[in-house]
């Protein structure tokens, strides 16, 4: 039994981070916002139809793996879950299966925009850093490597 | 300790186990991308997508009941039919139907432009064609659709030919390119497609709006210097002239993305070319203005802000009427500006409809020179006459 528990403890970091994609609804974004206990949490919104949004992804990833304990990074496209084969497949192409992701649970995406940041037109890429202490900082477009050092 | 893994059991977010064909998985519906017009007769038509289809209904009472769905392409393909890429309608002089949609092909980003044709009022549509000559596996979408003066159909859509053939030989190549092509057999068969411009956004609608001497012009979100999101104007030659493109927004909105967001034209049989475009420089801003190419639009207005997006526009004699989707915490409001005068003021913004469920993008319909917008929502199909 112990044996078995171990096993199980060892298993849910790897099952919690796993590339099952959630969707998010506009209930669930107060939820996502709640400021991290420490670091940064970024939300990193991409969208299928967006070519500049797998760099800015893989940036970044790299950003997060240079910090991984200041920065819980999550990936969240703007497409709606019944494109789940197509946004899962980019996730894992783009290798950022590994975060937690999430894609909107709306076939029409402004709400959740405008629940998220209502100062955020829907444009892509955009990342939505959110402090421990309680300060957002949000940013379209790919992020420059001046813009990208500043996330933390 | 069984205790124990049973609460750890517990702490696992049950979602973990939901995967593909579960039934925790949202039913896929048809995605709200439609375009709607009215032919001569005053019939209201509409076009959208569900099952590989591009399907048509028609109503004969302002859209409060719709007939059955006839089907434009016999043979289900992909269909983009979201946001700012959606099936397209437009009619020829003698009430000939064209329907022109992007169809996404197996690579992220590809599409090949369709189009297809009825001349028997909808009740059946030509085999469809692949608009394009060439017919490499890149994007061509984002088809816009008119039918110029002189009964030629007019097809313009971003096309990538051009960034991957310099993204080959190590040159820089920002965005896209705007290619355009027409029909002057009635949709039979298209001329070899003309080029339009290097280098505009890849992800934004194009507005294609009809001149007072039959002509057509665009409008689309161009790029210009260091990514900076303006939008070009061009008037669409298919003579032997060259299309001249000069800037006509000058907001400085800088981007490396995708603003998903194309703009609206409309012109006045005085020729007055009124415009609506979306920036997000500072406060996402949806913005009138009446073009004058080559320098900064004249009665420039910030028509909404936060939240609202989406807009469209039309013009009949003197009165200018803007809508927009305005989108709040409890869900969204189809909203209207209105001008008596040209264009010179507007009045206060207004609620017209209400959706609890997503919406389409509207779209300004006119009959008689009454004003509609049709508006398609996860509720259904509305068509919203203006008020007077």
Redesign the interface.
Known sequence: ??R??LA??LL?PT??M?G?L??LTAADVPALLQPPAHGVRIIALW???????EPNLEALATLQRAHPHEIELLTLTTD???Q??AI?A?LRSMQMDRYPARAY????P??I???LD?????????VLVIRADGTRLGI???LTPAQLQKLR | MRRLLFALLCLLPPALFAHEGMSMDMPKSPELGASAAFDSHGRLYLVDAADGHVRLRHSDDDGRTLSAPVEVNALAEPIYAEGENRPKLAFGPHDELYVSWSQPRAKPWTGFVRFARSLDRGEHFSEPLTVHHDRAEITHRFDALVVDGNGRIVIAWIDKRDVIAATAQGKPYLGAAVYYSWSDDGGASFVPERKLVDQSCECCRIALARMPDGGIAALFRNIYGDNIRDHAYAVLRTGGTVSHVERATFSDWQIAGCPHHGPGLAIGSDGVRHAVWYEAKGKPTIWYGQLDPGHAPQHPLAIASAGASHADVAVHDRTVWVVWNQVGANGYTLMLRRSTDNGAHFDAAREIARSSSAVASPQLLQKQGHAFVAWNTAAGFRLIEMPR
Do not use: H, V
């Open positions: 039994m112990k078995l528990l199980f403890a849910l099952i919690a796993a099952s959630q969707p969208a299928l139809d967006c070519a500049y949004c709606s879950i019944g789940r084969e899962e980019r649970a709306e076939a029409s402004e709400q925009n405008f629940l209502p100062d955020w037109g829907g444009e892509t890429p955009r379209s477009g790919a």
